[in-house]
């Protein structure tokens, strides 16, 4: 069963950057693909950006060219970075794994969650 390790986040001023990294031992060798999620306060949850086993990356338009996502396959390790950062970035980040095929097992798993609070 996998299960992911999450750290980063925080406070930051708007403008700034800041990184989540979710490490999943086993994400590499089993070629899952992972993707980010956000959910600000009182609001739903809502796609960010994916990463395939290909290195493939997709992103939302409400963070496409501020945010990127980066690999550290030996280390089965995926990370988000926001750039120049805004206020409606603020929210609980979460990255979820899951398999990159039809009918793949074994790479689901939700990342526990990172805060990022921006302020103006």
């Known amino acids: 069963r996998m299960e992911i390790m999450q750290s980063g986040g925080g406070s930051v001023q708007a403008g700034g950057s800041v990184s989540v990294s979710c490490r999943a031992p086993g994400f590499t060798i089993q070629a899952c693909a992972m993707d980010w999620y956000r959910q600000a306060p009182g609001k739903e949850r809502e796609w960010v950006a994916s990463?395939?086993?290909?290195?493939?990356?997709r992103y939302a338009d409400s963070v496409k060219g501020r945010f990127t996502v980066s690999a550290d396959r030996g280390k089965d390790t995926i990370v988000l970075r926001g750039s120049s950062v805004e206020p409606e970035d603020t929210a609980m980040y979460y990255c979820?794994?899951?398999?990159?095929?039809?009918?793949?097992?074994?790479?689901?798993?939700w990342g526990p969650g990172s805060r990022v609070t921006v302020s103006s």
């Open positions: 990463y395939d086993p290909a290195g493939v990356t």
């Open positions: 979820k794994t899951r398999g990159a095929g039809p009918g793949q097992v074994g790479c689901d798993a």
